[in-house]
């Protein structure tokens, strides 16, 4: 039981934390790595601006992340210093109504692209592979 009080003290001490560490927390990155590459590389603004891994972020906080083609606008409800489950860590963050409707449509937008075939079902042999290449180069 004097486990559970200390977690929840360490958790209820944590007023600000890293905005890498925050992401990797809400499960946006599989890594600490990913998530400053992403932060370093303009994927993630902080109330419209560009910051670093290591600025401090509190409950509040706007955050616009992108990536994969997706684009979530979302507010920070909570801190958690370690890395959760997926149910428990959506209640870190809460996306904005039409934050959701536009990755819903990119979504549709995907699915409805593939399905018009675009994918070729297998992959060409090495005849194949050798007589695209000649129609590349529009030679015999």
Do not use: C
Request: glycine share 6%.
């Amino acid at each position: 039981m004097a486990r559970t009080h200390a977690a929840e003290n360490r958790s209820a001490a944590v007023e600000r934390m890293r905005l890498d560490k925050w992401l990797w927390a809400a499960r946006f990155f599989k890594t600490r790595q990913l998530a400053i590459d992403a932060i370093n590389g303009g994927k993630v603004h902080l109330n419209g601006q560009r910051v670093k891994p290591g600025k401090e972020i509190g409950v509040g906080a706007k955050l616009r992340i992108s990536k994969d083609q997706y684009l979530w606008d979302i507010t920070v409800r909570g801190l958690s210093a370690q890395r959760r489950p997926a149910s428990e860590a959506a209640l870190l963050y809460e996306e904005a109504p039409e934050s959701i409707a536009r990755r819903q449509a990119e979504v549709a937008r995907r699915r409805e692209e593939q399905s018009f075939g675009l994918q070729p079902e297998t992959k060409p042999s090495k005849k194949d592979r050798r007589l695209i290449h000649r129609f590349k180069r529009g030679t015999e």
